[in-house]
């Protein structure tokens, strides 16, 4: 079943095309490999219900009938000072998507990714507020899961999320 993108839409299950994936990938060099169309469209679906379940955005949605997070009513401008239109998908969203489904297309689960990271020490205190993790030597956090992160840090509320500059939960 094709993708439905349309800003706003009540059935809406994608931010970004599956061609506009493609060629994200390619000119990122990033290879899935030979997944075919569909499942990439499922893997799409799932980065799209990822972001939105995992990520407080800024603003309110746009319509209270749309099926996604994005396009939202945003009173503040972006990082760069212009203005986020309630029709318009952020790039930086969409690319934030497309680097989610290549995890998704490669055979990893984001919730578990962490490319080989060998976590040594977790901790989380509650209060106050805590958390800890220490990595064994050269190991580190997932680059895609940095990327996520770097690519939201614009339109995410402070401390949302995963990845580099968010919060993250590591399971010992």
Same mark, same amino acid.
């Given at each position: 079943m094709?993708?439905? +993108? &349309?800003?706003g839409s009540?059935?809406? $299950?994608?931010?970004?095309?599956? #061609?506009d994936f493609?060629?994200?990938?390619?000119?990122?060099?990033?290879d899935?490999?030979?997944?075919?169309?569909d499942?990439l469209?499922a893997?799409?679906r799932r980065?799209t219900a990822?972001?939105?379940r995992?990520y407080?955005?800024i603003?309110t949605r746009?319509q209270?009938?749309?099926?996604?997070q994005w396009?939202?009513l945003?009173?503040?401008?972006d990082d760069?000072?212009f203005?986020i239109?309630d +029709? &318009?998908i952020?790039?930086q969203?969409i $690319?934030?998507?497309?680097e989610? #489904?290549?995890v998704y297309?490669?055979g990893?689960?984001?919730?578990a990714?962490?490319?080989?990271?060998?976590?040594?020490?977790?901790?989380?205190?509650?209060?106050?507020?805590s958390?800890?993790?220490?990595?064994v030597?050269?190991?580190?956090?997932?680059?895609?899961?940095a990327?996520?992160?770097?690519?939201?840090s614009?339109?995410?509320?402070?401390g949302s999320?995963?990845?580099s500059g968010?919060?993250?939960?590591?399971r010992?």
């Amino acid at each position: 079943m094709a993708l439905v +993108t &349309t800003p706003g839409s009540p059935t809406a $299950d994608s931010y970004g095309t599956l #061609a506009d994936f493609k060629t994200y990938t390619t000119n990122m060099g990033l290879d899935y490999g030979t997944v075919a169309d569909d499942a990439l469209e499922a893997d799409m679906r799932r980065a799209t219900a990822y972001l939105d379940r995992t990520y407080k955005f800024i603003g309110t949605r746009a319509q209270s009938d749309q099926a996604l997070q994005w396009p939202r009513l945003v009173t503040d401008n972006d990082d760069d000072g212009f203005n986020i239109p309630d +029709t &318009t998908i952020p790039q930086q969203v969409i $690319d934030a998507q497309f680097e989610v #489904a290549f995890v998704y297309a490669s055979g990893n689960d984001l919730l578990a990714y962490n490319d080989g990271a060998e976590i040594k020490v977790s901790e989380v205190r509650a209060g106050p507020v805590s958390s800890k993790t220490e990595y064994v030597s050269g190991s580190q956090e997932s680059s895609e899961v940095a990327a996520i992160g770097h690519l939201l840090s614009g339109y995410v509320v402070a401390g949302s999320g995963t990845g580099s500059g968010f919060t993250r939960v590591s399971r010992a």
